[in-house]
C-alpha cells in the first residue's frame, strides 16, 4: 500500500481541547461547558445548525474519546447540511436513561447478574454500575379495587404493594446497591409525567464541573414528550437502552431536521387537543417518522 493511500489516523481526542471553556457560577465557584461558538471558530457553519442538532453536536464533542466517538464524528455533524444525503452514523451518548417497569425489571436483573459474576471471579461487584443515571419509574400497575371512598387510593396502594411485594423488595435493592440507579414507586403518575415534571434537569453536571445539557432515552413510547421543554429524547428498544446505561453510544442516521412554524393564535373554542391533532396529521402526511422536527414562529408565545 502506498503511503498516500493509507487510511489516515483519527486526531487524538484532544484535539477539540480548545473548547472547554470556563464560567463564574458564583464568586470563588466556577463551571466549564464545551463551547459550541469556539468549535465555530473552525466549523462556521455551527451558527446555522438547528438547535437539536447542537444539541447532539455538543454530545459528540464532549465526548469524543478517539475511540467510540472519534474527530471524524465532529467534523460529520458539524458540517451537517440540510439537504444533504444520510448515509453516515452518529455516535450519541446521552444524559441519563428512563425505564418504566416492564422493561426496566429486566435490565435491572442484567446488572444484578453482571454483579454476581464480578464477585463468583473474584471481582469487586460494585465496579458494576451504570455509567449514567438511570430512573425506572412504576406506572404499569393499573387495577382499582377501592373506589367512591375518601380512603380508596391508600387502600389500593395496600393491595398494590402486597400483589408485587417480591417485585418491588428487588426494585428497593437495586436503589439501594447502585448509586446511579433510582426508582420512582407507584402512585406517583405514568411515566412521561414523572419524567417532564420530576426527572428532568434542564442541565447535568460532572464531577469534574463540567456542566451539559439533558440529553436522554426512554424504553417508553411517549418518552418523545420530553421534547415539548427543549430536551432532546425519544424512546427505544431495551437492548438500546441497556447499552446507553453501560455508557455506549446510541446510534443514529445523521437525521433530517423537519421545521414547523406556527403563525397566529388559536380561536376561542378551540383546544389544545385540536391543535395536537392538526399538527400530527400534517407532520405524518410529511413522513417525518425518524427526523428531529423543530417548531418555531410567532404562533409558539401564544400557546
Excluded at 464545551?34 to 446555522?48: C, D, E, F, G, V
Excluded at 425489571?105 to 438511570?134: F, Q, S, W, Y
Aim: aromatic share 8%.
Amino acid at each position: 500500500m502506498s503511503k498516500s493511500s493509507r487510511p489516515q489516523a483519527a486526531k487524538p481526542a484532544h484535539a477539540f481541547a480548545k473548547t472547554l471553556k470556563s464560567f463564574t457560577i458564583r464568586p470563588g465557584r466556577e463551571g466549564r461547558f464545551h463551547s459550541l461558538p469556539a468549535l465555530a471558530k473552525t466549523y462556521p457553519n455551527i451558527q446555522r445548525l438547528p438547535v437539536s442538532i447542537r444539541i447532539v453536536l455538543e454530545s459528540v464533542l464532549r465526548n469524543c474519546d478517539g475511540k467510540k466517538v472519534l474527530p471524524e464524528h465532529v467534523t460529520q455533524l458539524a458540517n451537517w447540511q440540510p439537504n444533504a444525503p444520510r448515509s453516515e452514523e452518529i455516535p450519541f451518548v446521552v444524559s441519563r436513561v428512563v425505564l418504566q417497569d416492564f422493561t426496566g425489571v429486566p435490565l435491572l436483573v442484567d446488572l444484578a447478574a453482571m454483579r454476581n459474576v464480578a464477585a463468583t471471579m473474584g471481582k469487586n461487584p460494585k465496579a458494576i454500575e451504570p455509567l449514567v443515571p438511570v430512573d425506572l419509574v412504576v406506572d404499569h400497575s393499573v387495577m382499582v379495587d377501592h373506589y367512591r371512598t375518601k380512603n380508596a387510593l391508600d387502600l389500593n396502594m395496600k393491595l398494590e404493594f402486597q400483589r408485587n411485594h417480591e417485585r418491588y423488595q428487588f426494585m428497593k435493592w437495586g436503589m439501594q446497591a447502585f448509586d446511579t440507579f433510582g426508582v420512582v414507586p407507584p402512585g406517583f403518575g405514568i411515566v412521561h409525567q414523572v419524567n417532564l415534571e420530576y426527572l428532568a434537569r434542564g442541565v447535568h453536571k460532572r464531577k469534574d464541573n463540567v456542566y451539559y445539557p439533558d440529553t436522554l432515552v426512554g424504553t417508553d413510547s411517549h418518552t418523545t414528550m420530553i421534547n415539548g421543554i427543549g430536551v432532546v429524547g425519544w424512546g427505544v428498544g431495551g437492548i438500546e437502552a441497556e447499552a446507553a446505561m453501560l455508557g455506549q453510544p446510541v446510534y443514529f442516521l445523521t437525521p433530517d431536521v423537519v421545521g414547523f412554524e406556527m403563525t397566529g393564535q388559536l380561536r376561542e373554542g378551540v383546544t389544545a387537543t385540536d391543535l395536537v391533532l392538526t399538527v400530527t396529521e400534517l407532520l405524518r402526511s410529511h413522513k417525518v417518522v425518524g427526523k428531529f422536527v423543530e417548531f418555531f414562529g410567532e404562533g409558539t408565545r401564544t400557546l
